[in-house]
């Protein structure tokens, strides 16, 4: 039995002791970009609790959820029985330094897929851009300013967007460009704290 990576042991030492009650609420991004396309084929990429593919799933999306925890996992299929979108949503675990999902998809969608923990996240992603189908969109968040409300390390620098997609070393002339860039939306923390923060955008549609 090959032994846990450090990505996993991190991710499930945290989601042990996490409570599995969700928001409910969408990723305001995804809520931004996905309301008005075709429902298809959707791939997300770290699903935590499941919040946003139970959102797509009510919208007659078929996804296919995945994330490293197995813990998480099973808080985020108990939140797709709740909504009724359990036959929509295949949740499975992967370890995106070592597997990823098989199948070509119309919307792959990674929001803030960031780890303490090293797991090669532009590889991750390079392949996620791999499994759009032409007209797929290809749509991910990551954080460009710090929650107020979380404790960290106050010296961290934000990769930009531009930063990351240079990171996927994608061939361009294959993808549509729809927004590369800071994005500023006002955040809600857990005790209702409200707060303007920056998200960092990479949204492509595949030619």
Not at 5 to 31: K, N, Q
Not at 64 to 80: I, M, W, Y
Not at 128 to 146: K, R
Not at 151 to 174: C, K, R
Request: glycine share 10%.
């Amino acid at each position: 039995m090959t032994a846990p990576s450090e990505s996993e042991t991190f991710w499930e030492d945290l989601y042990r002791d996490a409570s599995p009650e969700t928001s409910g609420r969408p990723s305001t991004v995804l809520v931004r970009y996905a309301q008005e396309r075709t429902p298809g084929r959707a791939l997300e990429l770290g699903c935590g609790k499941g919040d946003d593919a139970v959102w797509l799933g009510g919208r007659g999306w078929t996804v296919t959820a995945v994330d490293v925890s197995a813990t998480v996992l099973g808080f985020a299929r108990a939140n797709a029985e709740r909504a009724g979108v359990a036959d929509r949503v295949t949740f499975a675990r992967h370890d995106l330094s070592q597997t990823f999902p098989q199948g070509e998809f119309d919307m792959v969608y990674a929001m803030f897929l960031e780890s303490p923990v090293e797991f090669g996240r532009a590889n991750a992603l390079r392949q996620a851009a791999s499994a759009l189908v032409p007209g797929g969109l290809l749509l991910v968040a990551t954080h460009g300013s710090a929650l107020p409300w979380r404790s960290g390390n106050p010296d961290h620098v934000f990769s930009t967007a531009d930063e990351i997609l240079a990171g996927m070393a994608l061939d361009m002339s294959g993808w549509t460009t729809v927004q590369v860039g800071p994005l500023t939306r006002q955040a809600t923390g857990p005790e209702g704290q409200t707060a303007e923060v920056i998200d960092n955008l990479i949204v492509l549609e595949r030619r």
